[in-house]
Every structure is written in C-alpha cells, then in structure tokens.
C-alpha cells in the first residue's frame, strides 16, 4: 500500500533539486506569455483570494493539528522534533511552551529560540525527543521503512510520533487527482501508515482523514498518531493488508453515504 522504489543517483537529484522547481516556473511562464494571465488567474484564482486563503491556513492549521493531537494524547511536551519543518512555526504554534528543534535539508533559520538542524548526524545530539512531527515529508522519501529506522535514535519509549501526508492513493488502480506539489514518490492510506509504524516499534494511537490546510489550499490528508514502545517488529501479511484496506474503504464510505442521507433527509 506504499511504494518502496528504488532510484538512481541522478532521478533522486531531479527530485529533490532547484532544477524540478525551476522547470515548474519555466512552465508557470510559458502558461502566462501563451494566456497573458498568471498561473493562479488562469486557475480561477485571484492574487486577494489567495491571500486569504494563506491567512486562513496559518490561523486554522495549527489548531486543526492540535486538536487532533489531543483526541489521541494529552500529554505535555518538552523537547519537540519538527523533521522537513523549515522554520519551525507550525509546532511552535501548536506547542508554544516546548523546546522546538527542527530537521530540515534546508532549513529557514529565522526564530532565534528554534534549534535547526541540516546534517541528519547531528540531529541525535539534542535526543531524545518526547514528540516528532512529519508533515507532508513522507510522500517525498524513497523508503519510507529505512526513515524510520533512520529516527530510531531520536526516540525513546514514550515518544509520540505524529504523520501527516497527503491522500491520493485511493484504489490498487485509482490515483487522485494531481494536485500543485512535486516530488510524490510514495501513496498511502490509513492502513498502510499504521502498519509502517508498527513493524518499526509504535503502537497505532489513531489515525484519520480529513481535509487540512497546506498553504492556501485545502487538500484530503492522511494523519497518523503513534507511540514508541520498541519491540520486535511483527510480520505483515500482504493479503491482511490487502483485506484491513478493503474494510477501511468500505467502513468510510459508508460513513460518508449515511451522513450525507441524513444530511439530505434534515434539509427536507
């Protein structure tokens, strides 16, 4: 239910370069000389909406992850891990009274009473951590298996580690729709995501999907909350994985078919 490629020296360049971005702004220009309006107007959107939009996000966001967050644990965190974080302000906001540490290949060190990170190394120094936070990293990695067993010395027993990635994988045959973000080399759904973290030591504290903030757009995500207890990693059948996501799928849609008959049926 989540992809394990493998990729040559140079495909991971082009993945994870200022080249890919850099054709997607080549193209964003071509798309403006050709129509004369600009991305976003082509799109139907205006620059005011747009900006709204990111001020909503940045208000809403943090609260929306909070929230989730304390349904599955109520707990006070000392020292928290923002991997892929940039600046450190989404778990600053949900965490105002914690340590906040980022990894980030690139990170924006701009918060004076942020500790960044770059070299992956380094990053065990300041461990171990009592919350780590992924948000819309794990879609990007190769082996989404190997990083957590690279994290490994990040965590002790107690650890909570949190996932947030987009959802569009959606059948063995159905992929969502594109959305405006590059670099996906990996799908996943609730069942996936759970069973990634329990053969790497985590108990599975909950898991959801539900439409989040991600800049000024709102877009289906993936969350999973989860515990480090370590352990022997337990065996995963792929016709059980097979089987609990065909009871995922049919259990939300049929939540999303009941509420909206009932829905319909107060309207009338």
């Known amino acids: 239910m989540f992809l394990s490629p493998t990729y040559e020296n140079d495909e991971l360049a082009r993945l994870y370069s200022d080249g890919l971005a850099n054709e997607f702004k080549r193209e964003n220009r071509e798309v403006e000389a050709v129509t004369g309006a600009t ?41 928290v891990l923002d991997i892929g974080g940039t600046d450190g302000s989404l778990l600053k906001q949900v965490f105002p009274d914690s340590e906040i540490y980022v990894y980030d290949m690139n990170p924006k060190c701009t918060d004076p009473t942020v500790t960044y990170y770059s070299d992956i190394k380094a990053v065990a120094s300041a461990a171990p951590f009592d919350f780590v936070g992924s948000f819309h990293t794990f879609e990007h990695i190769p082996d989404p298996a190997q990083a957590l067993r690279d994290y490994r010395p990040w ?36 069942t996936s995501l759970a069973y990634l973290a329990r ?70």
Request: one cysteine or more; hydrophobic letters at 35%; proline letters at 4%.
């Open 39 to 79: 991305w976003a107007e082509f799109h139907g959107m205006d620059s005011t909406s747009q900006a709204r939009k990111l001020e909503s996000s940045e208000l809403k966001r943090p609260l929306d992850l909070k929230r989730f967050i304390q349904k599955g644990v109520r707990e006070n965190f000392t020292r």
């Open 155 to 190: 965590v002790d027993k107690g650890t909570i580690l949190c996932i947030e990635v987009p959802m569009e994988y959606i059948g063995p045959f159905i992929k969502r729709a594109g959305i405006p973000l590059t670099g996906h080399v990996n799908y996943f759904t609730r």
């Open 199 to 268: 053969a790497h030591g985590y108990d599975v504290m909950r898991t959801s999907v539900s439409n989040a903030w991600y800049g000024e757009i709102r877009l289906p995500v993936i969350r999973g909350l989860f515990r480090f207890v370590g352990g022997e990693a337990p065996a995963i059948r792929q016709d059980r994985l097979y089987s609990d996501w065909l009871m995922e799928f049919t259990t939300d849609l049929g939540v999303k078919v009941i509420g909206k008959y009932f829905s319909t049926k107060r309207r009338g």
